[in-house]
């Protein structure tokens, strides 16, 4: 058989120089787009874990504030229920103390009206005793009896004038 | 000329009429003119204004005096 | 007499006792001065005789009624009737008494109403008196003064932060009619309850129904503890409401000589004027100008110069006078107004525009004017109000400057809106007092900006929800500012919290936010 020595070693060679161009041209090109994958890969892995990390942070201090406030609004529960406590009891007190001023003043008025009431009987009854008086000394006193009264106060009379 | 204001519940007796124009004249000189006048409701006594001076000794000025002076003091 | 001992044990033995009444009564005979009744006209009797009578006195006429010897001419006095002069007939009798005008006072006399002449009209029981006052006396001399360092809280935020009012002080009130000048004084008497200050309160001229009225109110806010009414209506005579602001100094002065702090409200001076001017003219005394007697300054001068405060060694009390004026049409330039501005020490002057445009108290800040000043101004209240009154009247500039403009620069809008919310907090009820502490936590809120982001027509609101937790929360916080009277840095922090945290409670009076702030 008449191998064709030269067709192999050239086919040989043809393989060599398609091989190495293609190696040259596509396998470094592919291997960097492979890399840049695997690259880009693990960077958003790592990103993700960051973002992880990030949101563990916010949530504790969500929950952190959350305890924050809470305290916070308990605090301000428990002083309101106080205050209401203390405010019931003063409307106690007070309701009693004006119970106590009304009926205090109403005695009071009560003791002035009687005062009041007893003035002016006595007045009425001072009047009563004059009408009396005058009417029993009668219309008027006979001339005898005047002339003597005169008589007797006349020097008084005439002392101060 | 003073007048004077002599009110009586009876007319008044010569003799106390006397006494008082006496006085009178050494007080306030001989210038007087008298008004006498009679008020029985007075009931007695005799009440005297000198111009702008006068003395209530009539039965009813003391007791009205009086009643003056005791509501005073309730 | 028969005794009532047995109804009950509070009637004892003597106070029936008739008989031993009569018991001292000496007939004695006096001596009366006399004078007859000549002629009768309008209140005006003029009496012949009365040789003696004294100016001023009071004379008794046929026994029963009473008058007073204003004009002394030599052949007869013109005596003025106070009360009613029916029944007077020519030739009446008319004496002296021998009193020149007083009034008898006593402890009291407090919570109770009494006319010009010192007689209980309230139909409750008689005062005992202590002491007669005179109506006519020299005003303290000024070696017996002291200058006016105290405040007296009229507990309304806009009297007392730019127009403060000290004890001893003549601050009058003057404006239109309806414009709320008794509103104003009445307020200052209810907020006179802690204060240990006796309130005289004069009505001259007004009807009877507003006297009861006003009384009712006084009674329901427990003030007639601490006041008394001095009461000449429209209907009674001329010379008893010439009068009565006399009688209620003189019941002032009372309480003055114990070193007591006293507070008199003339309501009102104007009404006095003009039954003064009533009394002269039936006197036939010489009229000047607007009919006026000569002598109307003196006669509210005199009125006016015994109102002060005296030092330590005169007993240490203090008269303060409000005295009410009311205008014709906003003139201030009138007589009377004149004559009373030029005596007093400022004037809280009320405007009908402002009332009618909602602002109650309708009081004019501009024109107002205390001449007292910051001296009677707790340090605390002269801390947050310092700047107030020019920050409002830098406002009212920009206010009507605004009107014509729509595009305003971010600053003059900023200080716009907070002049509309500080002149929003100085509105106030009037029977709604503020105490000193809770005027300084309000105006503290308003002046720093804590109202900024407050609705403007929910300030209201705000500030009695305010007031409501502060009393509720910060009780403490408002003892202290009253105990240490001036605004150290830790009660500022406090106060500060206080409001920031009722702010953010209270979301509802906030403005709605159009970005984050």
């Known amino acids: ?161 | 000329m003073k007048k004077v204001i002599v009110t009586t519940a009876n007319k008044i007796s010569s003799k106390n009429l006397e006494t008082l124009k006496k006085s009178l004249v050494k007080k306030y000189g001989k210038e007087l003119e008298y008004d006498l006048r009679l008020d029985p409701s007075v009931i007695g006594g005799i009440k005297i204004v000198v111009g702008s001076r006068s003395i209530d000794m009539t039965v009813k000025g003391q007791l009205s005096q009086i009643s003056k002076q005791v509501v005073t003091k309730i | 007499m028969p005794t009532k001992k047995n109804s009950s044990k509070k009637l004892d033995n003597s106070a029936f006792d008739l008989k031993g009444l009569f018991k001292d009564v000496s007939s004695s005979i006096a001596v009366e001065s006399v004078g007859e009744v000549i002629s009768y006209s309008d209140g005006v009797v003029k009496a012949s005789g009365l040789s003696e009578v004294q100016s001023g006195e009071i004379v008794e006429i046929a026994g029963t009624k009473i008058g007073l010897a204003l004009n002394l001419n030599e052949d007869s006095v013109g005596i003025v009737v106070m009360g009613d002069p029916m029944g007077i007939s020519v030739g009446d009798i008319v004496s002296r008494t021998g009193r020149i005008l007083s009034v008898g006072v006593g402890e009291s006399i407090i919570g109770r109403v009494v006319n010009s002449l010192g007689e209980i009209i309230d139909g409750k029981g008689p005062i005992s008196i202590e002491k007669y006052m005179p109506l006519e006396k020299m005003a303290p001399g000024v070696m017996t003064r002291k200058s006016v360092s105290v405040p007296l809280q009229t507990g309304i935020k806009a009297v007392d932060a730019m127009i403060p009012v000290g004890r001893g002080q003549r601050e009058l009130i003057i404006g239109d009619r309806s414009t709320g000048k008794t509103a104003v004084a009445l307020g200052t008497i209810l907020n006179q309850k802690q204060e240990d200050v006796i309130c005289v309160y004069v009505v001259t001229g007004q009807k009877r129904a507003a006297v009861a009225q006003t009384m009712k109110i006084l009674e329901d806010h427990g003030a007639m503890d601490y006041s008394i009414i001095v009461s000449a209506t429209a209907s009674d005579s001329a010379a008893e409401q010439f009068l009565s602001p006399y009688t209620g100094l003189a019941i002032a002065e009372y309480f003055l000589e114990k070193g007591r702090d006293v507070l008199i409200i003339y309501d009102d001076l104007s009404k006095h004027a003009q039954a003064y001017r009533e009394v002269s003219l039936l006197l036939r005394r010489p009229s000047g100008r607007e009919a006026y007697p000569g002598d109307v300054f003196y006669l509210h001068s005199r009125l006016l110069e015994r109102a002060c405060r005296l030092n330590e060694d005169n007993g240490g009390g203090s008269i303060t006078a409000l005295p009410i004026i009311e205008t014709q049409a906003n003139d201030v330039s009138a007589y009377i107004p004149t004559n009373v501005i030029s005596i007093t020490d400022g004037q809280i002057y009320l405007e009908a525009d402002l009332f009618n445009s909602g602002m109650k108290p309708a009081i004019n800040v501009g024109l107002s004017v205390s001449r007292v000043g910051s001296a009677a101004q707790l340090k605390s209240m002269k801390q947050v109000a310092g700047t107030m009154k020019l920050d409002l009247a830098q406002f009212r500039e920009l206010q009507a400057f605004a009107q014509f403009s729509s595009d305003l620069d971010e600053r003059t809008k900023k200080t716009l809106d907070r002049g509309v919310r500080v002149n929003a907090v100085l509105r106030q009820g009037w029977d709604q007092p503020l105490n000193v502490a809770e005027q300084v936590a309000v105006i503290f809120a308003a002046v720093n900006g804590y109202l900024d982001t407050v609705q403007e027509e929910k300030v209201g609101q705000w500030e009695k929800a305010y007031l409501d937790y502060i009393h509720t929360v910060g009780q403490s916080l408002l003892d202290d500012i009253l105990k240490e009277k001036k605004l150290t840095d830790p009660i500022i922090e406090r106060l500060k919290d206080v409001v920031s945290t009722f702010n953010g409670l209270h979301k509802e009076l906030m403005m709605v936010e159009e970005d984050n702030k």
């Not at chain 1, 064709?4 to 050239?10: A, D, S």
């Not at chain 1, 960051?50 to 609004?73: G, W």
């Not at chain 1, 205090?104 to 008086?133: F, G, H, P, T, Y």
Request: charged content about 40%; proline content about 1%; hydrophobic content about 40%.
């Open chain 1, 1 to 161: 058989m008449d191998i064709q020595l030269p067709q192999i070693i050239y086919q040989l060679v043809n393989f060599g120089v398609v091989f190495g161009a293609v190696t040259y041209l596509l396998y470094k090109p592919v291997q960097k787009i492979l890399d840049d994958r695997a690259k880009r890969i693990s960077d958003s892995l790592s990103e993700a874990e960051k973002i992880e990390l990030e949101k563990e942070k916010i949530d504790s201090l969500k929950k952190k504030s959350k305890r924050e406030a809470d305290k916070e609004a308990t605090i301000i529960l428990e002083n309101a229920q106080k205050a209401a406590v203390s405010k019931k009891k003063e409307l106690v007190e007070k309701t009693k103390e004006v119970l106590q001023e009304d009926m205090k003043k109403a005695q009071a008025s009560w003791k002035n009206e009687k005062k009041q009431l007893l003035i002016d009987s006595k007045k009425q009854m001072v009047d009563a005793v004059v009408e009396v008086s005058s009417l029993v000394l009668g219309k008027k006193l006979d001339s005898k009896t005047d002339d003597k009264f005169i008589a007797q106060n006349l020097e008084k009379v005439l002392k101060d004038i």
